[in-house]
């Protein structure tokens, strides 16, 4: 009762909504570092404790709950062995609606990171860090699923040097079960290996790419030749080698 008595509680919920969207905002920024600058700060989700009004309006707006942060070097207070419940609540507060996944696990997080790239049906931007050759499980999932809804992609993938060489393709031609018709935008960063064919490509920003085979240009040239809609082409500490 005592609640009732405060302004803030005597806002429509259609304000209140207005509010919550705002302290909810998810980033998803360009390079160079598309972890660093698409990291959400989660403590919005206060909200929901507040009261039950509060978490009843929380709760009844899926487009809150669409933004899917999985970065082992920002935790956002949440505990690793929370982070598969945690995501799961997301997705089922999301309903329908199109997803945002960002994603660099630690090694107690690739479960559940594996589960949410089994399943990208709903995923309209996928942000994917990993700084220890990919696991296979990761590749499987990133082959065989088919993402309809995929428009941004950013892949931040660390390969050092002197291992670079013995590591197996990060990606093979036939990316998402080649199903991604929406791609628009693509950030590679790290990785010489490209998604494949790629005709509506706008945008595409290679960053820290090391060629080091003239398997990997032919590569690039293939994928240029069939990109005719490229709008935005940006190249950040890119070299041969």
């Known amino acids: 009762m005592k609640n009732a008595t405060v302004p803030i509680m005597r806002l429509p919920r259609k304000v209140l909504?207005?509010?919550?969207?705002?302290?909810?905002?998810?980033?998803?920024q360009s390079l160079p570092d598309?972890?660093?600058?698409?990291?959400?700060?989660?403590?919005?989700?206060?909200?929901?404790?507040?009261?039950?009004?509060?978490?009843?309006?929380?709760?009844?707006l899926p487009y809150l709950?669409?933004?899917?942060?999985?970065?082992s070097s920002y935790c956002w207070g949440l505990r690793s062995r929370y982070t598969a419940s945690f995501s799961r609540f997301f997705l089922q507060k999301s309903a329908l609606h199109p997803l945002t996944f960002v994603l660099n696990p630690n090694s107690k997080q690739t479960a559940i990171v594996s589960e949410l790239l089994?399943?990208?049906?709903?995923?309209?931007?996928?942000?994917?860090?990993?700084?220890?050759?990919?696991?296979?499980?990761?590749?499987?999932?990133l082959?065989?699923?088919?993402?309809?809804?995929?428009?941004?992609?950013?892949?931040?993938?660390?390969?050092?040097?002197?291992?670079?060489?013995?590591q197996p393709p990060?990606?093979?031609?036939?990316?998402?079960n080649g199903v991604f018709p929406r791609l628009r935008s693509v950030q590679l960063a790290y990785t010489p290996y490209f998604?494949?064919?790629?005709?509506?490509?706008?945008?595409?920003?290679?960053?820290?790419?090391?060629?080091?085979?003239?398997?990997?240009?032919?590569?690039?040239m293939r994928m240029l030749e069939v990109a005719h809609q490229l709008e935005d082409l940006v190249f950040t500490s890119v070299g041969l080698s």
């Not at 709903?122 to 999932?141: I, M, S, T």
């Open 170 to 176: 990060i990606l093979t031609p036939v990316l998402f």
């Open 34 to 60: 598309p972890i660093s600058n698409t990291r959400q700060d989660y403590r919005w989700t206060k909200i929901s404790r507040t009261c039950s009004y509060w978490r009843n309006i929380a709760f009844s």
């Open 195 to 220: 998604p494949g064919n790629m005709r509506n490509l706008k945008q595409l920003h290679l960053y820290g790419q090391q060629y080091t085979t003239v398997a990997q240009l032919e590569a690039l």
């Open 65 to 71: 709950w669409t933004t899917i942060v999985i970065d």
């Open 17 to 28: 909504a207005t509010i919550f969207g705002m302290l909810q905002v998810p980033q998803s």
């Open 143 to 166: 082959r065989t699923s088919p993402a309809p809804i995929l428009e941004v992609l950013d892949l931040s993938i660390i390969i050092e040097p002197e291992t670079a060489g013995d």
């Open 118 to 141: 089994s399943d990208l049906s709903r995923c309209r931007e996928l942000v994917l860090g990993y700084d220890f050759p990919l696991l296979p499980e990761f590749q499987e999932a």
